[in-house]
């Protein structure tokens, strides 16, 4: 289980997830940011098996095969060349770096993982061909800041299939764009090299979907995060994607309650948020996490205000959901089958957004729902 351990919400939400593999199956592995914090994890669930740090893949193997014999195979590795994965046959995650050079002050990810190191772009499109080859319908493309992808390497020219390619987030996207499958991408830094992958979806080559993070819209609570963003900016280009790809999905994270955050400030991020009209968000009520450079900020707000402000903001949200939702109803949209009855668009990431729900289908298949009904997340419909 790979554990995100950046802000106390997300702590607790992987502290039930670890709760919830133990009643289901009983063997679990943590790993991941949380993983830094043994001792706390071993207080609460002294049953796992083990506790790694992030990034330490050898000890999650070791603990794997302490407690998991690996099947016998005559041949030569045991191991397939899809690597392990941990998701169902027909997705799969593709991390292409790790660590990240930003320093937002609410995050303790670069303290724990270090600045950015990329994968070369070689080995990254051969795990992906890998993938497609074993069956799998949809990559998730995720580092901690995937638009900065390269940017350590110098955007240096690898090879894949003896063809040259920088490694770069554009040339990556154009390449896994090739192959056929779903690619969804993750944790893009609002950089304006990203405007340039919109006409790769608007083409149908990658998935109209963009997950990045903005976290708030007043540009002194940003500089107060470290966040080199401005709200207007985000509004032009946000525009901008719809012109060229109007379908596009734009999923986003924010945070409120942040260490002196004024109600005009919040306002400010309500009106963003009104004039944003983003289809999928998350929202987090600031919580202090140990070693942060934000903990030092004067102005820590009452947990109550913090709570009030998450509620106000996630009740504006449902509306331009259900909103936005509303608007398929009588089209028919394509799934990705998670299992039978559940499904989802190219709108929706697997764990973190909504899904369609039918009658039928096949896990793993792609089917044709004609909607007829929506909610606040989700969308209802029939089989095809
Ligand atoms: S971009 Fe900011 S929030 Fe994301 S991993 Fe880097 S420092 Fe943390």
Redesign the pocket.
Known sequence: MNTCG?IDAAVEESLGAIGEALAKNGKVVVTGCLGAKRDFIRKIHPSVLAVTGPHDTPAVMDAVHAHLPRPHDPLVDLIPNTGIKLTPKHYAYLKIAEG?????S?????SMRGDLVSRPIGEVMQEAENLVKAGVKELLVIS??TSAYGVDLKYRTGFFRGKPLKTRMNELCAELGQLGIWIRLH?V?PYPHVDDVIPLMARGKILPYLDV?F?HASPRILKLM??PASSEKVLQRLRDWRKICPEITVRSTFIVGFPGETEAEFSDLLSFLKEAQLDRVGCFAYSPVEGAAANDLPGALPEEVKLERRARFMGLQEKISLRKLKMKIGKKMKVLVDEPGIGRSMADAPEIDGVVRFKGGRAGEFADVLIDRADQHDLFGRLQ
């Open positions: 950046f990240c050079n930003h320093r937002c609410f995050c303790i990810i670069p901690q800041d944790y830094y993070p976290q470290k966040r």
